[in-house]
């Protein structure tokens, strides 16, 4: 099957770092996408991973190691505003995204 | 510009209703997705369309469920009848054209659907 694992939630205090771990099928993997999604809204892309390695984007950082499995989403310097679900998701082979269940993470003060 | 537009945003109707909902993707992007979320199961593909065919409907979950793009800048997902076990927030989201269906999906609002 098309398992995409990720922790169901999280807490992190304002202003440290946290990563969200996220692992899934190796077997025809094409691409890995990071969204965010704030309560009651939509989903807003972070991030694409196809080769291994670490793709940097200001607070947030996305790592991918595709002989693992495994990808993680980092966040440094955390905003309240950082509170929010985020998603893996999965390309394989030819077919399109299948999303993770998502990953409930809250910044406390 | 504007991004994918959704409409209604909130629908609330009774059991046994034909809902309809509405999408108007990005201009100039090829494909179109809609999905159902709910706590339960996650963020699931109902159905794509590429350059406004139906691809891959094999995520609808019964025949209750129907969608049409007549047009590229138009699409709407039916439910008929409706069931309260179809409560749900419903997405549409297009992607432009280059890398297939695997490039980045822009989101549209959603719309909340209840069925009572």
């Known amino acids: 099957g098309q398992n995409i694992d990720q922790p169901t939630e999280m807490t992190a205090t304002e202003g440290a770092i946290v990563q969200i771990n996220c692992t899934y099928q190796?077997?025809?993997?094409?691409?890995l996408f990071w969204y965010q999604q704030h309560a009651g809204e939509a989903p807003t892309f972070l991030s694409y991973?196809?080769?291994?390695g670490l793709e940097e984007k200001g607070r947030f950082s996305s790592f991918l190691s595709r002989s693992k499995g495994y990808s993680y989403l980092l966040l440094k310097e955390l905003q309240m505003k950082d509170s929010a679900s985020y998603l893996c998701?999965?390309?394989?082979?030819?077919?399109?995204?299948?999303f993770g269940k998502g990953t409930r993470l809250s910044v406390i003060a | 510009d504007a991004g994918v537009i959704q409409s209604p945003r909130h629908e609330v109707t009774e059991m046994g209703q034909e809902v309809t909902l509405r999408c108007k993707p990005i201009?100039?992007?090829?494909?179109l997705f809609w999905y159902r979320q709910t706590m339960m199961r996650g963020l699931e593909l109902l159905i794509y369309?590429?350059?406004?065919?139906?691809?891959?409907d094999s995520g609808m979950p019964e025949d209750r469920f129907s969608a049409k793009m007549p047009n590229a800048s138009f699409s709407t997902l039916k439910i008929q009848p409706s069931e309260p076990r179809d409560s749900a927030v419903y997405f549409c989201?297009?992607?432009?054209?280059?890398?297939?269906?695997?490039?980045?999906?822009?989101f549209g609002p959603g719309t909340r659907l209840t069925v009572l």
């Open positions: 998701a999965i390309r394989w082979g030819n077919t399109p995204l299948v």
């Open positions: 190796t077997s025809g993997f094409n691409g």
């Open positions: 991973n196809v080769l291994d």
């Open positions: 201009s100039g992007h090829d494909y």
């Open positions: 369309f590429n350059n406004n065919v139906p691809i891959d």
């Open positions: 989201a297009s992607s432009p054209p280059g890398r297939g269906h695997g490039n980045e999906q822009f």
